[in-house]
Nanobody, 116 residues
Framework: QVHLVESGGGLAEPGGSLRLSCVASGRLFSVYVMEWHRQTPGLDRDFVAR???????TYADSVKGRFTISREAAENTVYLQMDSLKPEDTAVYYC??????????WGQGTQVTVSS
């Protein structure tokens, strides 16, 4: 089992920035992809960004050019740098670890609110 703890959420103004962190622990040897997803009340959880063990990255069209996913392997930490924030980025952001075999494990989430 993989344990994930997100932090860094909060309130930002439109056009502002936030950086989310996700610290992973547990059975990490089987994890090959780390992801960020987000969810607003009443809607499905949506994919935001992904990073592989070889640092290949993928982004949702809605955040491409504004968000950057990165990782610090030595600290078992994945980051999501969010710039040029928009009100529609308001959501609970979840970190996910994907293991070989397709098992996806989730953190508890961190709230991001973009408002003036």
């Amino acid at each position: 089992q993989v344990h994930l703890v997100e932090s860094g959420g909060g309130l930002a103004e439109p056009g502002g920035s936030l950086r989310l962190s996700c610290v992973a622990s547990g059975r990490l040897f089987s994890v090959y992809v780390m992801e960020w997803h987000r969810q607003t009340p009443g809607l499905d959880r949506d994919f935001v960004a992904r990073i592989t063990l070889s640092d290949e990255t993928t982004y949702a069209d809605s955040v491409k050019g504004r968000f950057t996913i990165s990782r610090e392997a030595a600290e078992n930490t994945v980051y999501l740098q969010m710039d040029s924030l928009k009100p529609e980025d308001t959501a609970v952001y979840y970190c996910a670890a994907v293991s070989y075999g397709g098992v996806r494990e989730w953190g508890q989430g961190t709230q991001v609110t973009v408002s003036s």
